[in-house]
């Protein structure tokens, strides 16, 4: 009984040791501190040495010193600093090695200063393939890359330093990361770069300074970017810089209340990319604040509405809509259309962005009067259609002041585009069947006027000068275009410059250029004059035939050989401009001896000033096109320019094609008619032309009026009758009065209409009033009888009555005095 028990206890005791040595083996051992201070007080004296003695889990703590070292780290471990990155310095032993390395998940790295790995692709922490780390409050500087995660996801960043570095952070594929409070700055690339990489999440980080972009996601979606400061960042020469740059299929990332600033190229810039949405970002003082390019439409689709601003304006980016006017009273900064129709731009002053004003794939819309300057490009059309861009001012751009691709039947009249660092105009990319009228091109640093590939468009009555290279440029098979009418002058290498394009109509052109034409590759066809035709030239004689060739020097062809026995201002021989470009024609200057004949003043020259008048006597021009068509009512309308003209109409009886008309309001009477100033009240004084000379008169049209307004501030301040109020035309050395009559009246003008038999000078007159006074009767007195002596007949004076009167006075003041007394 006693040895049983004895056995069973005996078993119950092994039974016991055996369990308790089970548990402890299954149970963990509680996680390490292991210590590091390369002064040797402390475990270890190496960061490397503690990660090889610790157990994944375990915390490594290092004291200050400088550790001279590169770590790979491939267990879980938390390694902090006791006293943070200031006092706590890692620096690559091995430059071709990066400071951290880090092949594990789970790793906190926190409070060190990484500098050294200086070779390509070495980073101060490297992070491969590894998830779920945390790097705090690190500051890596002097390394190619300061932070660098490879393959590796869901991991945090948090108030680290990245600068002077190549590149600051670098997210390389690597997805569902969090970066908050981050500052990369000073590096010689960009402050954070994102590439192939989705899904991160960055807030309020602050990136500044960098040699290239703050900002760059690349083939990169779904990402989020919120209250990050982005500024003082530079270019690197790719493609075009920027600070926060979007391209090749950067698509779904959202982008809030960024603040974007003093980046030496772009603000906030997309590229290739879609469906992004900008909420709330403030873009100040940026060279371009904000841009959008795409060579789709779908890279064009973002969600960008007007809480957004560029210099404290919003940003107007409208999107498959129409009917819709921006105006001044917007205070719109930028404006990109994107599938519009029918939409009104007009009256705002844009600068400092990409583009100031963008059409794409928008048609039926109207650009006026805005002042576009110091964009990359002012203007740009891309594949939109018979859209018009009327009286606006494009200047000081880095690339084009107008940039039409692929863009078709649009209209283009009285724009002005100066000092631009490309061309004024360019037409590229098929930009086909376009009207090119009365616009002003002049010192820009390209050509004036470049046509790229474009063909059937219409060039009439525009002026290139001073232009730095070419004052038009048709180049790479741009066939079948009309130039008529138009100054190129003064431009650095040639007036006109025809490279590889064919059976293009060249006629009634003036050049006057040190160089006035080159024709380089194979160009043929091209036709340098039209047939003799009646009508004045733009050298002011009676016919149309070819061009007018001067230069400054008057060793132009037509200043040379100015032979002209029939006197019709065409030159007897012909110019021959190089190997199958012949001038049968070419314009002399009319012969000034000779007598005027109708249309033209005493001095030979047209009446008319028109094109020809000197631009420092014009205040203001309007300008319309129409198609004239036999049997057509036409009507231009002018109301919308500054002018007193609102409009021109008249009964066609005759087919005469794309007719221009133009308004010139001058500032005094041109030097070549006679004004005559006892001919009532001048109010303005303008030239209208319809057309060449002759090309819209009672000859060939029924019913021409002229619509035109006169302020009623005038009428007041001149104490004009309106009913005397009347247009006078200068037409054969005379001033006529045209029939006038009031139709109408505003609170600001009155409204008149006028017939004329053509176009020529004008003026618009009024007569003083005039007052009448009426006779003032005098009240009927009581005859006074009064006996008259009899005067000796010598004595006679000759004026019966004269005593009486006398009389009558003295009686009067008698009583006049006696009643003073009285009183």
């Known amino acids: 009984m006693d040895r049983s028990h004895s056995s069973r206890l005996k078993c119950l005791l092994v039974l016991i ?48 010193g400088t550790y001279n070292e590169n770590v790979e780290v491939n267990k879980q471990l938390n390694i902090t600093s006791t006293d943070g990155a200031a006092v706590t310095n890692v620096t690559a032993v ?23 790995a200086t070779s390509v692709y070495n980073s101060g922490i490297f992070l491969s393939s590894s998830s779920n780390n945390t790097l705090t409050n690190n500051t890596a500087s002097s390394n190619y890359r300061g932070i660098y995660l490879d393959i590796s996801s869901n991991n945090t960043l948090t108030g680290n330093t990245a600068s002077s570095n190549y590149r600051g952070i670098y997210l390389d594929i690597s997805s569902n990361n969090t970066l908050t409070g981050n500052t990369a700055s000073n590096n010689t690339d960009d402050g954070i770069y994102i590439y192939s990489s989705n899904n991160n999440t960055l807030t309020g980080n602050t990136v500044s300074d960098n040699s290239d972009e703050g900002i760059y996601l690349s083939t990169s979606s779904n990402n989020t970017l919120t209250g990050n400061m982005v500024s003082d960042n530079t270019d690197n020469g790719i493609y075009i810089y920027s600070s926060i740059f979007l391209p090749s299929s950067s698509n779904d990332n959202t982008l809030t209340s960024n ?50 601003t ?43 962005n990409v583009n100031g004003i963008f059409l794409y794939n928008s048609t039926d819309s109207n650009i006026t009067n805005n002042t576009v300057s110091s964009n990359y490009e002012c203007i740009s ?18 690339d084009d002041g107008i940039d039409l691709d692929y863009s078709s039947n649009n209209m283009l009249t009285s724009n002005t585009m100066l000092n631009n660092s490309d061309d004024g105009i360019d037409l ?21 006027i470049d046509l790229d590939s474009s063909s059937n468009n219409t060039l009439t009555n525009n002026t290139a000068s001073d232009n730095s290279d070419n004052g038009i440029y048709l180049k790479d098979s741009s066939n079948n275009n009309t130039l008529t009418s138009n100054t190129a002058l003064d431009n650095g290498d040639y007036g006109i410059y025809l490279s590889d394009s064919n059976n293009n109509f060249i ?3 003036l050049f006057n250029n040190s160089d006035n034409i080159n024709v380089d590759g194979t160009n043929t066809g091209n036709v340098w004059n039209t047939t003799k035709t009646s009508g004045t030239s733009i050298a002011g004689g009676s016919y149309l035939g070819g061009n007018y060739w001067l230069t400054p020097t008057g060793t132009g062809f037509s200043q040379v050989n100015d032979t002209d026995v029939d006197g019709d201002a065409i030159c007897d021989e012909t110019y021959s401009i190089a190997s199958g470009h012949v001038d049968y024609l070419p314009l002399i200057a009319p012969d000034t001896t000779t007598p005027a004949s109708s249309g033209e003043s005493s001095s030979g020259s047209r009446a008319s000033v028109g094109q020809s008048n000197t631009p420092s006597n014009v205040a203001s021009t309007d300008s319309a096109i129409k198609k004239v068509l036999a049997g057509d009512n036409v009507e231009y309308d002018l109301s919308g320019g500054e002018g007193p003209v609102l409009g021109i109409s008249f009964d066609a009886n005759s087919y005469e094609g794309n007719v221009v ?60 009758d309106p009913s005397t109020i009347r247009m006078t035309r200068y037409h054969e050395d005379a001033w006529n009065d045209l029939p006038t009559n009031q139709v109408g009246e505003d609170d600001e003008f009155l409204h008149f209409t006028a017939q004329t038999t053509g176009f020529s000078v004008f003026k618009i007159i009024g007569d003083e009033l005039v007052e009448v006074s009426e006779p003032v009767e005098e009240p009927e007195s009581e005859p006074v009888e009064e006996e008259t002596p009899e005067a000796p007949a010598e004595e006679d004076t000759g004026l019966p009555g004269f005593t009486a009167g006398i009389g009558i006075a003295v009686l009067g003041l008698a009583g006049f005095m006696y009643r003073r007394t009285k009183q």
Not at 101 to 112: C, K, R, W
Not at 317 to 339: E, K, L, P, W
Request: hydrophobic fraction near 30%; include cysteine; aromatic fraction near 6%.
């Open 310 to 352: 560029v210099d404290s304006k919003p940003i107007y980016y409208v999107v498959n809509n129409s009917d819709i006017t921006i105006d001044s009273s917007t205070n719109a900064g930028v404006v990109y259309c994107i599938n519009c129709q029918n939409i009104s731009i007009e009256d705002l002053t844009l600068s400092n």
């Open 259 to 308: 603040t974007v600033s003093n980046n030496t190229d772009n603000g906030i810039y997309l590229s290739g990319s879609s469906n992004n949405t900008l909420i709330s970002n403030t873009m100040s003082n940026n060279t371009y604040n904000f841009g959008v390019v795409g060579d789709n439409m779908l890279e064009m689709l973002n969600d960008i509405n007007t809480s957004n």
């Open 507 to 509: 006629y009634n052109n």
């Open 428 to 448: 590229g990319f098929s930009s086909n069947n376009n009207t090119l009228t009365s616009n002003t091109v002049s010192n820009n640093s390209d050509d004036g």
């Open 381 to 398: 059309l891309d594949s939109s259609s018979n859209n018009t861009l009327t009286s606006n001012t494009m200047s000081n751009s880095s």
């Open 661 to 720: 008309t133009n308004v010139q309001v001058l500032k005094q009477m041109p030097d070549d008619v006679e004004d005559d100033p006892s001919d009532g009240q001048p109010y303005q004084v303008v030239s209208l032309t319809v057309g060449s000379e002759g090309t819209i008169s009672n000859e060939n049209a029924d019913n021409i009026l002229i619509r035109f307004k006169v302020s009623r501030e005038w009428i007041n301040e001149n104490n004009i």
């Open 94 to 116: 091995s430059s071709s090695d990066s400071v951290f390395f880090v092949t594990a998940d789970d790793v906190t790295i926190n409070g060190f200063n990484v500098s050294g």
């Open 17 to 64: 040791f055996v369990l308790s040595l089970l548990t402890i083996a299954t149970h963990p051992a509680a996680a390490a501190i292991i210590t590091v201070d390369d002064g040797g007080d402390q475990n270890h004296t190496a960061i490397q040495d503690a990660i090889t003695a610790a157990s994944a889990g375990d915390t490594i703590r290092v004291y200050p």
